[in-house]
């Protein structure tokens, strides 16, 4: 990148010193070179007039050689003063000199300076002649002065169509030049373009390759292989990007095969148990004690199913944004002790205490927050020691919020980043080990997403003694 923009650069400031030497060597011959041809016409036809003046006896020679005089003493003065390359001393005159000098044309300037002594000395001698500088006996205009004045006027067109050659000659190789220099700029920055690029390839190819091949195979196999592209170009950060994403996916993976596996271990269970106490009640119809027992266990294992399978539908309309919110007013309260009765049910191995305070009523959506309840009862049943009790406490005392804390002991071989039991299958390897509920990995991601849609707030706190609280603050 740093060799193109100094080519680049180079050329555009190569550019604009060519275009403003192209541009002075224009104005230079426009002015300076081509120019005194328009004078010298003007003084050829004063000189063509005289001429004419000859063919005729003039009525009033003063009066008619006055025009065509003042011409040719306008134009004399001037050429003298802004054209005579032999005497000046203008910066285009020097420029001039300098192009005869290289072409050995120097003896011109010599005899430019006579043709324009001799123009002036005729013009002058004829001005005297003609009364035009002062009384006169008789006016007249001699032959011999309009022709040595004529010879004199094309002598010095001849030699300005000389400077002309010389000039356009200069002016030829200078625009060859800078021609030539172009080129072989231009050839050189091919060059130097093509051998910066062979090397950046031969440099970064091996490297994209690498990361070709990387993906290429994370993609057809599933497998992370880091890659070790050290540096602070943007390579070596795409290849930083793409070792987090593939660590990442592959992480992912990993959770969501330990889920599968979870999952299907939680199908598995009670319908294996469904299906022998089925057959159990079948095989055992007429003793009746036998039966209840195994509808009584099918019928708790149906519940349990039923769960996991709402679970699993829940986490899948949390991950696609499409949870349904159809808030109305309810009594946290009185939600909280209909999820508690129905818990106990199937977590007979921990009393569940309610302690309530304040108006509990608020807006939000009973179906989604019995969810959340449910799924934190889960949780700590999960994490809870064998037996202990469960806390759960709604603080309603405040008229902005109403906070819903469930505590309970134990979480001993939970992570020290209590902020991974968010993510979805974060808890599944801290999943109870008792027969009743059991986290599927989903509780905490259900109750963040609900939390979210009731711009709530959730959190997960470790405190003294080993003590786990769950909290869930709702807004009025």
Partial sequence: MLSQLMLAALGITMSIVALRRLATETAYLRHYVFQPFVVI????????????????????VSVEVREPMMRLRSFIDRYQREWLTATSTLPDAIHLRDALARAG??????????????????????????????????????????????????????????????????????????????MAVGLGGVTAASLFGLAVRRAIAPRIHRMVTAVQRFRERGVYEP????????????????NTSF???????????????VAAHELKTPLTTMKGFSQVALTHRNDTAIRERA?????????RLGRLVQDLLWSARVSGGELPFKPEAIDVEE???RVIGEFELVARDHSIRLVPRGDAHLLG?????EQALWSLLVQAISVALEHDPVLVTIDADSAARVLITIEVRGGKDLPEDLE????????????????????????????????????????????????????????R
Avoid at 247 to 261: G, Q
């Fill in 227 to 242: 890659l070790g592209d050290r540096g602070d170009d943007e390579l070596a950060v795409l290849a930083h990007t793409l």
């Fill in 295 to 303: 509808l009584t266990i099918i019928d708790r294992q149906a519940t």
């Fill in 41 to 60: 016409s003007s003084g050829i036809e004063s000189s063509n007039a005289l001429y004419a003046m000859l063919a005729r006896p003039p009525s009033d």
């Fill in 247 to 261: 660590k990442a996916i592959a992480e992912r993976d990993k959770d969501r095969d330990r889920f599968l596996a």
């Fill in 420 to 475: 991974k039991l968010l993510e979805p299958f974060g808890v599944v390897a801290f999943e109870g080990r008792r027969d009743g509920p059991r986290s599927t990995g989903i509780d905490l991601h259900l109750v963040q997403g609900i939390a979210r849609l009731h711009g709530a707030r959730f959190w997960i706190e470790r405190r003294a003694g080993d003590l786990m609280v769950f909290s869930l603050e709702l807004r």
């Fill in 105 to 182: 044309e120097l003896v011109l300037l010599e005899e430019e300076r006579e043709a324009a002594d001799t123009i002036a000395a005729v013009v002058m001698h004829i001005e005297r002649t003609t009364g035009l500088m002062g009384p006169t006996s008789a006016p007249h205009v001699r032959r011999a002065d309009v022709e040595h004045l004529s010879d004199a006027l094309v002598k010095l067109h001849r030699i300005n169509l000389r400077y002309m050659e010389i000039a356009y000659d200069a002016f030829d190789r200078v625009r060859r030049r800078i021609l030539l220099v172009f």
């Fill in 365 to 369: 959506d009973p179906e989604l927050l």
């Fill in 335 to 337: 939600l909280a002790r």
